[in-house]
């Protein structure tokens, strides 16, 4: 069974830092695409961040460059999001996502067919 174990969220002030973690079990991650995704309350699923399978490029939204990055650890089947410098604005609830196969760009949510359940980053001002 595939399933995705997102972890990390929580509550920290604007500047601070925290990692989220996306736990994969069922697959090997490092043939699939894993990307980030967040959805504050009102809005719209924003498209994060991914990392493609095979030569696990990177890619970000313009509102996240810079500050976070994200990485993967195939021994421990884990993708990784680190967030620093952290803005009020990125308080959302953050989900993780898989889909086979390689990406050249930051792919839209609905290509994905595996999601986590989300983790909750609050950030304060």
């Known amino acids: 069974e595939v399933q995705l174990q997102a972890s990390g969220g929580g509550l920290v002030q604007a500047g601070g830092s925290l990692r989220l973690s996306c736990a994969a079990s069922?697959?090997?991650?490092?043939?699939?695409?894993i990307g980030w995704f967040r959805q504050a309350p009102g809005k719209e699923r924003e498209g994060v961040s991914c990392?493609?399978?095979?030569?696990?490029?990177?890619f970000y939204a313009d509102s996240v460059k810079g500050r976070f990055t994200i990485s993967r650890d195939n021994a421990k089947n884990t993708v990784y999001l680190q967030m620093n410098s952290l803005k009020p604005e990125d308080t959302a609830v953050y989900y993780c996502?898989?889909?086979?196969?390689?990406?050249?760009?930051?792919?839209?949510?609905?290509?994905?067919?595996?999601w986590g359940q989300g983790t909750q980053v609050t950030v304060s001002s």
């Open positions: 996502a898989a889909t086979y196969g390689s990406t050249g760009y930051l792919i839209p949510a609905p290509t994905y067919n595996y």
């Open positions: 069922g697959f090997t991650i490092d043939l699939y695409t």
């Open positions: 990392i493609s399978s095979g030569h696990g490029s990177t």
